[in-house]
């Protein structure tokens, strides 16, 4: 094994996450991984939350907005590039895209996604 590895996100094939944006996986270590989401223009994602993994998003381009629920804590942020938000794990959420551009966000997962069965779906706040 290697102890230093190098990736390109034009190398990275991509994949469909469970709340059915694209995602093209990067590279992990066993603290944590990174990914490029992208979702198409006028698309909402599926609502999930995480069983076991924390994230932590930067959003790239295009704009949208995220819901979050976690106990009785709530809120709908809106996504621009620069915006960085954290989705605890337990966390349900689902975010959607407002531009006419895909939203596009690089996110790192901690610790590095453990496969399926990871996200459960859960009712969103949109459709």
């Known amino acids: 094994m290697n102890a230093f590895e190098t990736g390109r996100v034009t ?68 996504l621009e590039e620069g915006v960085c938000i954290s989705i605890p794990a337990g966390t349900a959420f689902q975010f959607r895209c407002d531009s006419s551009a895909s939203l596009r966000i690089v996110a790192t997962t901690m610790p590095p996604w453990p496969g399926e069965g990871e996200a459960e779906f859960v009712p969103g706040k949109w459709d």
């Open 11 to 78: 190398q990275a094939r991509t994949e469909q996450a469970p709340d059915g944006s694209s995602v093209l996986p990067l590279l992990s270590l066993p603290s944590g991984g990174m990914a490029v989401f992208e979702l198409p223009a006028g698309q909402v994602s599926r609502a999930v939350r995480h069983r076991s993994v924390d994230e932590i998003w930067l959003v790239l381009a295009g704009t949208g907005a995220m819901w979050r629920k976690l106990e009785a804590q709530e809120d709908v942020v809106a």
